[in-house]
């Protein structure tokens, strides 16, 4: 069974910094466009990032851009979501998930996706 396992989420002051990283197993990681999604509690789950498959292509929400990077290890099959200054509305579970059928132009879309991963808490407190 494909599982996406998510790490590194936790507890930081505003301005703080975190590194969120996905892996796969049985999925081929390296095979597959990876976003990152989160979801706040009472709101709807919102795509935060996705990369492409060669790395070479990311996409981010507005309300990220700047703070927020997105690259991949092809060697370690692991893709990171590099926070930086880091606000109290980043507060949420952070989500990485994946589709057999992916369309960059819905990336942003949840429903095209297939595999999801159990989530990590990202608390930004002051």
């Known amino acids: 069974q494909v599982q996406l396992v998510e790490s590194g989420g936790g507890l930081v002051q505003p301005g703080g910094s975190l590194r969120l990283s996905c892996r796969a197993s049985v999925l081929a990681l390296n095979h597959y466009s990876i976003t990152w999604f989160r979801q706040a509690p009472g709101k709807e789950r919102e795509a935060v990032s996705g990369?492409?498959?060669?790395?070479?292509?990311?996409k981010y929400v507005d309300s990220v851009k700047g703070r927020f990077t997105v690259s991949r290890d092809k060697a370690k099959e692991t893709v990171y979501l590099q926070m930086n200054n880091l606000q109290p509305e980043d507060t949420a579970v952070y989500y990485c998930?994946?589709?057999?059928?992916?369309?960059?132009?819905?990336?942003?879309?949840?429903?095209?996706?297939?595999?999801w991963g159990q989530g990590t808490q990202v608390t930004v407190f002051s």
């Open positions: 990369i492409n498959i060669s790395g070479e292509t990311t």
């Open positions: 998930a994946t589709a057999d059928r992916f369309f960059w132009n819905t990336w942003s879309r949840k429903e095209q996706y297939n595999y």
